[in-house]
């Protein structure tokens, strides 16, 4: 069965810390996806990956960055946290090939930065 | 953006009674998807549907599609308490580029 695991369910951490979220999968799947999710806004694309060690900006990439460098994995940083970054995290990955294919969310991390 | 948006943002209905959710997209696609969350989960995929596809079932999910209107049904039929969720459509970029654009989601509430 497909899965998509997330290193915490929920996380506080503090203003000015550094952050990892990491994001695991077991399908071989060549894309990686980051989001947030804030109420009314909906998903927000911050991060995705094609491949290892490659990267490209989503919507927001303001204040994240990411490494890939195995393909099963794709983590997420915080360099600095701020209260704005307060928000559900989620990731995602999907088989490779023309178009959009389903998408394999993890559980999520929520993060609470105070 | 190409960002989605349903309507109603929140439904609430009886147990048994059917859920009509709807989506409206702005850019030309190749293929749509719908998407549920329970509360403070990660999303699941319900069911694609392909432009060039009109209407889709699966189960008691009917989804359909008018690309000359950009807009998209989920219909869930005969609801059940566990249906409670939240439900968002997903498209795609018709450039052939891999990720989605969600919506900002329907919350469906099923009272038993």
């Known amino acids: 069965d497909v899965k998509v695991t997330q290193s915490s369910r929920y996380l506080v951490k503090r203003t000015g810390e550094k952050v990892f979220l990491e994001c695991v999968q077991d399908?071989?799947?060549?894309?990686m996806f980051w989001y947030r999710q804030d109420p009314g806004l909906g998903l927000r694309l911050i991060y995705f990956?094609?491949?290892?060690?490659?990267?490209e900006k989503g919507d927001i990439p303001e204040g994240y960055s990411v490494s890939r460098e195995k393909k099963e994995r794709f983590s997420l940083i915080l360099e600095s946290a701020s209260t704005n970054q307060t928000s559900m995290y989620l990731c995602?990955?999907?088989?490779?090939?023309?178009?959009?294919?389903?998408?394999?969310f993890g559980p999520g991390t929520r993060l609470t930065v105070t | 953006s190409q960002q989605g948006e349903e309507d109603p943002q929140a439904l609430s209905i009886q147990e048994g009674e059917n859920a009509t959710m709807n989506c409206s997209y702005k850019?030309?696609?190749?293929?749509l998807q719908w998407y549920r969350q329970n509360s403070g989960r990660g999303l699941v995929h319900l069911i694609l549907?392909?432009?060039?596809?009109r209407e889709k079932h699966s189960g008691r999910l009917r989804v359909t599609l008018d690309t000359s209107k950009k807009s998209s049904s989920l219909l869930i039929t005969a609801s059940r308490a566990a249906d409670t969720a939240s439900y968002f459509c997903?498209?795609?970029?018709?450039?052939?580029?891999?990720?989605?654009?969600f919506g900002t989601g329907t919350r469906l509430t099923v009272i038993p």
């Open positions: 995602a990955s999907t088989m490779p090939g023309q178009g959009a294919h389903e998408q394999y």
């Open positions: 399908m071989d799947h060549e894309n």
């Open positions: 990956s094609y491949d290892v060690k490659m990267k």
């Open positions: 850019t030309s696609i190749n293929n």
């Open positions: 549907i392909r432009s060039n596809e």
């Open positions: 997903a498209t795609d970029a018709v450039t052939g580029a891999n990720n989605l654009f």
